[in-house]
């Protein structure tokens, strides 16, 4: 394949990865050059998967939705076979080939999204954090394999980090997920504080809610904390020392973001708690040096 549809492929993901909001920019500039594209295919991938299973203006309901996931799931084994139907694609062949990435993970991505698609409320906390394991954990796992490591200890503390980065993202959006009838918040832990669906739905910013959150928010940080060590084992293997200034970058946000929660005293239903862009300049500074 031309070299120069590869390169233009690359930068049309990188181009989606820039558009998107997020806590923070994908593939930031404490990442090699060199490394950033194959972020940036996975990424796009995984921002399109996202967008069939969410986005408003998709006519046919979950029915249709889960089709466009299906038909996603089948270009990509296509594309471990060498077929490409887009820029999308022929990125993500690339990544996969230089950096030897297996498909389960990239499956495992579609599988979070079908969910999203087909159930809106969890039961228990447990059932959230097997959620974790499609929608969070294979991207950390992936990242890692891009860097070359395959080394399972890392694997385990990267997946407390991507799953404390994902429960911070559903703590921070729970106004944002009620819009679409969507509630990660466990049936168990509502109970537990004696907060009920029609409170949350009514957005009742009351102590009890307030207790909640801060449960969660709390047991959020326990998982951060867990997954810490990753960062300073990655520092200490040279090969990877430029990813673990990337990785203290996302665990400082993710922290932060939980700090955010706190200052507004928890009421996510009238403000999106988020960094600011002078926090941001300040994490970033911060986690040059590792």
Known sequence: MQESLVNSSFKYCEEIAKKHYENFPVASLLLPKQKRKYVYA??????AAD????EP?????KEKRLVLLDEWG?????????????????????TVNDCKLPVEPLENLLKAFKQDVVK??????????????NSANPVG???????????????????KICTALQLTNLWQDVAVDMAIDRVYLPEEDLNK??????ELFEKKHNENFKKLMEYEVERTQKIFDEGKKLIEMTAEKK????????????????TKILNKIKEIDYNVFSKRPKISSTDKLKIFIKSRSV
């Open 120 to 133: 809106s409320r969890y039961k228990t906390f447990d059932e959230v954090l097997d959620y974790c394991t």
């Open 51 to 54: 967008d069939f299973a969410d």
């Open 141 to 159: 796992s992936l990242v890692l394999m891009i860097f070359g490591s395959q080394d399972e200890e890392f694997f385990k503390y990267s997946d």
């Open 57 to 61: 203006g998709i006519e046919g309901g």
């Open 193 to 198: 504080f004696g907060y009920s669906y029609g």
């Open 239 to 254: 090969s990877l020392r430029e990813l673990s200034k990337e990785l203290k970058l996302t665990w400082l946000g993710g």
């Open 42 to 47: 996975i990424y796009a991938f995984a921002r």
């Open 74 to 94: 089948a270009k990509l084994k296509d594309s471990y076979n060498g077929k490409m139907y887009d820029p999308i694609f022929i990125a993500l062949n690339r």
